[in-house]
């Protein structure tokens, strides 16, 4: 069931695990919450970069944290993430277990960034999208901008350009805008 879920929800990292009876579904709200947990031996500190050998790097205790996945069943889905807390002795710091479903201090999971990202090749407004996936139109207007900074941070052009116009926001000043994405890695 656990691992069910975890393929229902796409997630992939062997770290998180799902414990039995912790998915809850709510049809009245429209909310699926799922509990979940993270933990494992970190290689070094994030913050001095020491190796953790000899236990330089202690557990210290859980953090409560929660983030959106990706609509799933008609359903939003919150992820309830008890997360590992360390400690490292060599400089005191401490830090949160992470994963790549989410980035850090982010209260959506990457998948559902690209979720937007995706949306966006439709030809609706942002407000459109955002009420789509639970959230604003500045939330996903401010993950376009972030893709955007990382197309033109590369400073090159990708071999294989795919290239549509979509109706503009009201933000625009033209009623149609330009978005093109790389054909080979498909990142907008
Ligand atoms: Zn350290």
Known sequence: MTNDTKLLLGIEDNHIKIY?????????????????????????????????????????GWRSTSFKMPRTCELDVIIKLKRRFFKCKECGSCFLAQTNLVSKNCTFSNNTKLAFLEKL?????????????????????????STEETVWDNKSLPTVINMDEIKSTKHAKGSMSFVYMDGTTHKF
Request: glycine residues 4%.
């Open 20 to 60: 039995p009876h912790s998915v809850n579904q709510n049809p009245q709200t429209g909310v699926m919450e799922v509990n979940a947990l993270l933990s494992y031996r970190p290689k070094a500190c994030p913050n001095c970069g020491i190796k953790n050998c000899n236990h330089k790097i202690i557990k210290y």
């Open 121 to 145: 090749k439709d030809r609706v407004s942002l407000t459109h999208i955002a009420k789509e996936l639970s959230t604003t139109a500045t939330y996903v207007n401010s993950i376009l901008q």
